[in-house]
């Protein structure tokens, strides 16, 4: 399977060169392996599988926030968890019913949360506040059919990366449950409401590790039996463990797999498949970042203090995390030659750039490979999920286009669009133009 995913990767890469989807007009695209998110796709629903327990798989929609791709995963079976009202639109407009659609953003308005109460969204709530919220709520929309749960902070730590650890003494997200008074109060709040029916809980993403993760959800679930015990009665009826799998940048490996955590929370936390929880996972990067590519095109090969430099058009306006954050998002750069195929060569040191105008808009530096020359091309693997959804505006630079690729048993690629590339007009939209001119002071 690994080889698979690294055989159907260079016939794409290879094909979107021979078809012209990369192009002097569209010298950076993203490309997406559709098997490959299928079978990632199965891969985490066949880990969790658990006769006698209900699972819902969400897709973390901010992962890949692509409508086309949110209908492939509402296909095999996936939800959605959004976080904003415009990943509510995308998961909508991908055909996810709402009954697999969990809502946990730490800012909800009260029209969000009225809309979600509506349409029967699931909300997961975030503080106290919120909570007295959703009670007023509940009484304009009677009826409503949305579970509504609990996010807790287990404040178990943090990971590798701070910004990514949401398990931390002082994350902003969740109620943090160490606090002093918290447990009590949460306690108290679903001893109040009957229909608190859910507990939520995600510990962080890239950079966590696994038993980190696992007593996140270890503490959740100790926490909902506590909560079900003080009711007498099966209060708590779904647990969500979020999302948070890392993802190994390094090779076409993919480590560690959702077997290898559903095997550990099945040791660690027995309860948990017991039959007694409906689940709910949401992940989001595990599922798509190795199933994605960016292709672009080497405008220039220069030299600079004794460097090479290949001057690309793929910098952070795609990479935004890696060009800023390079130790915490570092890629693997394939070297392409001009018809896309792996170039030959033996590795020189060398700077990968970007387009962006500021001297940081560098994807890789001092990276050994092939000496990359004008009209060759970079593919940055592992960028399937995020990078196409954290655009960076930066030099008015577009958003790209994305393609789908499906390779045949003949060896032919057929690509279909998942998003086209953001055109000058939507730009200049975007940008103000057309908008009346300033008030100016007198
Ligand atoms: C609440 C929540 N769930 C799920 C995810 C998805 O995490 P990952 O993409 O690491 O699986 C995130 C990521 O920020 C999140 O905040």
Redesign the pocket.
């Known amino acids: 399977m690994t080889d698979e995913l690294g055989i159907r990767r260079e016939r794409a890469l290879r094909a979107a060169v021979e078809q012209g989807l990369v192009s002097e007009g569209e010298p950076v695209v993203g490309l997406l392996d559709v098997t490959g998110i299928e079978h990632a796709t199965t891969a985490l629903q066949a880990a969790f599988a658990t006769p006698g327990v209900e699972i819902t798989h969400?897709f973390?929609v901010?992962?890949a926030s692509l409508v086309p791709v949110l209908a492939l995963l509402g296909a095999c079976g996936l939800g959605a968890?959004v976080?904003s009202p415009g990943e509510l639109a995308l998961a909508r407009a991908a055909g996810i019913p709402a009954g697999r659609t969990v809502l946990?953003s730490p800012a909800k308005t009260v029209s969000e949360l009225r809309q979600a109460l509506v349409l029967g969204v699931a909300v997961?709530a975030d503080n106290p506040q919120e909570l007295a919220r959703i009670d007023a709520l509940r009484t304009a929309v009677p009826g409503t059919a949305a579970p509504v749960g609990l996010?807790v902070n287990p404040q178990v730590g943090g990971g590798t990366i701070g910004a990514?650890s949401?398990a931390t003494a002082t994350s902003k997200?969740g109620v943090a449950l160490r606090d002093p008074g918290a447990e009590e109060w949460v306690l108290r709040a679903y001893a109040e409401r009957p229909w608190l029916n859910r507990l939520?809980t995600?510990t962080?993403?890239?950079g966590?590790p696994l038993d980190l993760m696992a007593a996140g959800v270890r503490a959740a679930y100790e926490l909902a039996e506590r909560i079900n015990q003080a009711a007498g009665r099966q209060q708590i009826t779904v647990l969500d463990i979020?999302?948070?799998?890392?993802?190994n940048f390094g090779s076409d490996e993919t480590t560690p797999a959702f077997a290898d955590y559903a095997g550990l929370l099945r040791r660690e936390i027995p309860g948990l498949f017991d039959g007694r929880y409906g689940l709910v996972t949401?992940?989001?990067?595990?599922?798509?970042a190795k199933n994605g590519s960016v292709l672009a095109r080497v405008e220039y090969a220069k030299s600079a203090g004794g460097r090479p430099i290949a001057v690309t058009h793929a910098g952070a306006q795609v990479a935004t995390r890696t060009v800023f954050v390079p130790d915490a998002w570092p890629l693997r750069v394939l070297a392409l030659d001009e018809k896309g195929r792996p170039k030959d060569g033996d590795p020189v040191v060398q700077d990968v750039a970007g387009p962006c105008c500021f001297a940081g808009d560098l994807v890789a530096k001092g990276r050994p490979l092939p000496l990359l020359a004008a009209g060759d091309h970079v593919a940055l693997l592992d960028t399937g999920?995020?990078y196409f959804s954290n655009h960076f505006a930066y030099n008015s630079l577009p958003r790209p286009a994305v393609w789908g690729y499906a390779v045949h048993a003949d060896g032919k690629v057929a690509f279909s669009p998942v998003r086209t590339a953001q055109t000058e007009a939507e730009l200049l939209t975007e940008s103000g133009a057309g908008l009346p001119p300033l008030h100016r002071g007198q």
């Open positions: 969400t973390a901010k992962a968890e976080a946990d997961n996010r990514m949401t997200f939520h995600h962080g993403s890239q966590v979020g999302g948070g799998l890392p993802v949401e992940f989001g990067r595990s599922l798509l999920a995020y």
